[in-house]
């Protein structure tokens, strides 16, 4: 205990590091999102629909083939009437997987349950060396 005393700033250091490494887990930032493969997979198996939330510049600049641009600001106005059904599965893309974790929470608010995020973005569907379409 006296430790402790002596070594406040040190204890409050250790605290707060694992803190910040935890919380993701208790946020819902780790497993949040998908891997390119899995996407693959909702896109295939269950008829996902591909919404890139990147701006039109990034958008043109490389997108997942099929994908659909709904900026991340206009996502709430504009994603019911491109997505009707919100039983339909979402996969929400962008650059790195910022946004697109941002999409999801509003997709969720809107009622489409099914909307998942790409995690790592667009960097991750290259580096998986998965097909990118340009605009």
């Not at 997979?41 to 997942?64: M, S, W, Y």
Request: hydrophobic share 50%; net charge positive; aromatic share 6%.
């Amino acid at each position: 205990m006296d430790f402790l005393l002596q070594n406040w700033m040190l204890v409050a250091v250790a605290v707060g590091s694992a803190a910040m490494l935890m919380w993701p887990a208790f946020s819902g930032g780790a497993g949040a999102g998908v891997s390119p493969t899995e996407a693959v997979q909702l896109i295939n198996r269950d008829k996902a629909a591909v919404i890139d939330v990147c701006t039109p510049q990034e958008f043109a600049q490389g997108h997942v083939t099929g994908a659909r641009n709904i900026p991340l600001d206009a996502l709430e106005q504009q994603l019911p009437q491109v997505v009707k059904n919100k039983a339909t599965p979402l996969v929400l893309v962008c650059a790195s997987g910022v946004r697109s974790r941002r999409a999801v929470a509003i997709a969720k608010k809107l009622g489409y349950e099914r909307a998942v995020s790409l995690a790592g973005g667009m960097a991750a569907w290259r580096s998986a060396s998965l097909p990118v379409q340009k605009a």
